[in-house]
């Protein structure tokens, strides 16, 4: 929901607010009042025990799960409500990042949190400065940021008697993002911490060192400190604004290359193109070929500490999932929260070859706020894949760029995961005990269904077959 320079968001988060406020389509409510009544009456999963008495830990080998889309036509199964993530009558405290928020429909959710701490994105031009303010009962942060830059991850630090819950979503504190649009949140619990130290896990340090960067309260800091992260199953891809030099802490496409090499998934010789991304977004940039074969080189956990060159002329293995006109106008929503510039589209320097339709695999005609890249191996040893999910689009605002001198340059906050696409079992044995030894293809195959809930676009995204992209003047 940003773009590429950061300018533009006053209007993005007006066309926003409008999409919020829009009338939704009758079935829809209808469908919404019917599930929420379902949900009122139901129990937990298995047992029938009551919604008051679930397990403490609900997530405790965290999960990705994309957002409730309450509409008639969906596939499958639905996903997670905001009420259910949240669990407001038993929240004790809450810290929380957006880019925009809907006020009166969150403090309706949060009505029994004592305590709320929420970071905002903010303007200077309208008389706002950074730092942490009274707003009734709630605290509202305004993190450091300079000029055309965007706050734009989204964050929730749930703690609960006994438990913190993290969730990173790809959503804002809006309801439209928590029952339209199609979005997808990872969400874990973590118990508290015994004497043991999390001095040694990356997902703690490096989650902490997000918080801290944002100058939140200390309290909110201590508060995370309380608990224990050994068990956590995602590793952290954050942003901060700044230029950073090659020694400093790595963020962006710097901070997705770690994650990648932490989960063991590089794939070294990028000539060979044995990496292949599909990359669902909700606002394009200014993107081009140079910085695309960039963004190839950090996400096959490569460290290039110069530019590529600008005379590249084909883009690497890349594919961009994002709707076509055609599909925005037959969808529920309509693009009120879908972003890409007509002038940047027709900029000679915009690979316009690397673009695919995004069609929700859930419900065909509802449009998706989710930022996703679907990243597959062909390898026959480690991860078969893996997926990124969180706050990036695909712009250069958002993941940074490389400058001559080496340093690296993000212009937004934003903040995300990976999670490994783990290799099935062998398929079988050869006669003599042998494991058959299967082409990537069937691996792939054969992988790709166990994470299906969780992509939220039909994979291989089809071809734009002369169509053009939903597009903003």
């Not at 990356?202 to 997000?210: G, H, I, P, Q, W």
């Not at 690497?316 to 999932?321: K, L, N, S, T």
């Not at 890249?373 to 040893?381: N, P, V, Y």
């Not at 099935?424 to 994470?451: F, I, N």
Request: some cysteine.
């Amino acid at each position: 929901m940003t773009t590429d320079d950061g300018s533009g968001k006053d209007a993005m988060a007006r066309a926003i607010a409008a999409s919020v406020s829009a009338p939704v389509p009758s079935r829809a409510e209808m469908e919404r009042e019917r599930l929420a009544r379902k949900r009122a009456l139901q129990v937990d999963g298995g047992g029938g025990e009551p919604r008051a008495k679930r397990p403490t830990l609900r997530f405790a080998t965290g999960e990705s799960i994309l957002t409730e889309v309450p509409l008639e036509e969906y596939r499958g199964g639905n996903g997670i409500a905001f009420d259910d993530l949240v669990d407001a009558p038993r929240l004790k405290r809450a810290f929380l990042t957006t880019y925009i928020i809907d006020e009166e429909w969150l403090r309706e959710k949060l009505a029994s949190v004592p305590d709320v701490c929420i970071a905002l994105h903010w303007q200077a031009a309208d008389g706002d400065r950074a730092g942490v303010r009274r707003r009734d009962q709630w605290r509202i942060l305004h993190p450091p940021k300079p000029a055309f830059s965007c706050m734009h991850a989204k964050l929730m630090l749930l703690s609960y008697d006994g438990f913190l819950r993290v969730v990173i979503s790809s959503g804002n504190l809006v309801p439209v993002d928590y029952g339209g649009y199609e979005n997808i949140v990872f969400v874990q619990d973590f118990p508290l911490r015994p004497s043991s130290s999390n001095a040694n896990n990356a997902f703690y340090n490096d989650l902490r060192s997000f918080i801290v960067a944002l100058n939140a309260p200390s309290d909110v800091v201590s508060e995370f400190d309380r608990y224990e992260f050994a068990g956590a199953k995602a590793r952290i891809v954050a942003s901060r604004p700044g230029t950073h030099a090659r020694t400093d802490p790595d963020y962006g496409l710097r901070a997705l290359s770690r994650a990648v090499k932490a989960i063991g998934a590089t794939a070294p010789d990028v000539s060979q193109r044995l990496l292949k991304l599909e990359c669902s977004t909700s606002s394009l940039g200014a993107l081009t070929t140079h910085w695309m074969h960039d963004f190839y080189k950090f996400a096959s956990g490569l460290s290039p500490t110069t530019p590529s060159a600008k005379g590249a002329v084909n883009p690497p293995p890349i594919a961009v999932v994002f709707p076509t006109a055609d599909t925005v106008a037959s969808s529920i929503q309509q693009g009120g929260s879908l972003f890409f510039t007509r002038a940047k589209y027709q900029s000679p320097s915009f690979p316009r070859g690397i673009l695919r339709d995004s069609i929700s695999s859930r419900c065909p005609h509802s449009l998706m706020h989710a930022k996703v890249i679907l990243a597959r191996r062909d390898s026959d040893e480690g991860p078969v894949g893996w997926i990124y999910h969180g706050s990036h689009n695909m712009s250069s605002a958002a993941w940074g760029h490389l400058l001559s001198n080496g340093s690296f340059k993000v212009t937004n906050w934003e903040l995300g995961v990976v999670v490994p696409m783990e290799r099935p079992a062998a398929s079988g044995t050869r006669l003599d005990g042998v494991p058959v030894q299967e082409d990537v293809d069937s691996v792939w195959k054969r992988t790709l269904p166990r994470y299906a809930s969780i992509i939220p676009f039909v994979s291989p995204a089809p071809l734009y077959g002369g169509k053009m992209p939903f597009l903003r003047s």
